[in-house]
């Protein structure tokens, strides 16, 4: 969702790789819930217990916060937040309850009937959960997550950027972010594909990331479009790095992760949006202070929430290829979705007040740290 989790407001338009990049949030908004899965890898459904006990404290101005999450590396941020008690001790006596996503229209979902207040989940369904509820039902209060998508091939097949006609590539999901990526970097090359049935100069696949490995060991793909750690799996089978998304955005810096809240919930307890901000926030500073120990508290929670953990050669460069940072890169959502509308995959989006930074930018501060932007998408 998770899989997806992105650039400028493009009234000028960014190089074509760019834009191709960012259709992928924009078809999120085109497709139904159920094509919008998320980025999850080997992740299920449930309900969890907060990993730490309850910090000592006076609860805030509710018993219990519920969030939600995928048991995914670009989820990193609340795995480690949760698993160490970083977020809980600055909740204090209000008690965490942790559900576990697959993908992220169930997330909106749970989030529109109350089930969840907060989550951690990907550009795409955040674009699709806010339009298609008229900018009634979430807020981006946060950014989490850059990086971690590859497009990754058998070496055998492909040994180039211009050597992928007539090819075999798959992505999680029909309309997910990297599903519209690929079709965005085909489009800009010259490439001639059917969006929504994948046919074309280049066959798109949608393939859910759990089987795309068995997909590309039996020969049914050429290569994938993904994630990670799924990227990586796919390597660990032989398959090359041909191009790192990275590579086609502004300051190699793109949205793969990003936190929302429901807004009923942000104007009734401010106090605890903010604490969890604050949790987030100095997950992300732990992370980049211990980033071996955090990659290895970050898998044990993907093992207690998903039974298995990832094997060091899939972990090791998975983890090293994303970045957590607490800038919700709001142009770069922006210009996915304005590349999707040029690629024909949706009508233009109205996402004016999609985020509301005020508490993010408050923690900052407190935080002696540079505030960030909205590119022009805040609360009004």
Not at 19 to 31: G, H, I, P
Not at 165 to 194: F, I, R, S, W
Not at 288 to 299: F, H, L, S, T, W
């Amino acid at each position: 969702m998770a899989p997806s989790t992105e650039l400028t407001h493009t009234s000028a338009r960014p190089t074509a790789g760019r834009t191709r990049r960012a259709a992928v949030a924009a078809v999120a908004v085109l497709t139904t819930a159920g094509l919008l899965s998320a980025c999850s890898y080997g992740s299920k459904s449930d309900d969890k217990a907060s990993a730490k006990p309850a910090a000592s404290g006076a609860k805030l101005s509710v018993d219990t916060v519920k969030i939600g999450y995928f048991a995914n590396l670009t989820h990193g941020t609340a795995l480690v937040g949760l698993k160490q008690g970083i977020i809980q001790q600055e909740l204090g006596g209000t008690q965490i309850k942790a559900q576990v996503f697959n993908a992220g229209p169930s997330e909106i979902e749970a989030l529109n009937a109350g089930s969840i207040d907060i989550g951690w989940i990907g550009p795409s369904p955040s674009i699709n959960g806010y339009t298609q509820s008229d900018g009634k039902s979430l807020k981006i209060i946060s950014g989490s997550a850059s990086g971690g998508v590859k497009l990754v091939v058998n070496p055998d097949k492909i040994t180039s950027l211009d050597d992928l006609k007539g090819k075999k590539l798959a992505t999680p999901q029909l309309g997910n972010t990297q599903d519209v990526a690929l079709l965005n970097y085909l489009a800009e090359k010259g490439y001639h594909v059917d969006a929504k049935t994948g046919d074309g100069d280049v066959k798109v696949l949608r393939t859910d990331n759990k089987v795309t490995p068995d997909a590309y060991k039996s020969g049914s793909i050429d290569g994938a479009w993904v994630p990670e750690p799924t990227a990586s799996k796919l390597v660990s089978l032989g398959a090359k790095v041909l191009l790192n998304e990275k590579d086609v955005w502004p300051d190699k810096k793109f949205v793969i992760t990003n936190i929302i809240v429901s807004q009923k919930f942000l104007t009734e307890h401010p106090d605890v949006v903010e604490a969890v901000l604050r949790g987030s926030v100095k997950t992300n500073a732990w992370i980049k202070a211990n980033p071996a120990q955090a990659k290895d508290v970050a898998n044990a929670q993907i093992k207690a929430d998903a039974g298995n953990s990832l094997d060091a050669a899939i972990l090791d460069p998975a983890w090293q290829d994303i970045d957590f940072i607490d800038d919700p890169l709001a142009g770069t959502l922006q210009a996915e979705a304005d590349h999707a509308v040029t690629a024909g995959l949706l009508k233009k989006p109205n996402l004016d007040g999609i985020y509301d930074l005020t508490l993010l930018n408050k923690v900052l501060k407190e935080n002696n740290q540079p505030a960030v932007s909205d590119a022009g998408l805040g609360t009004k």
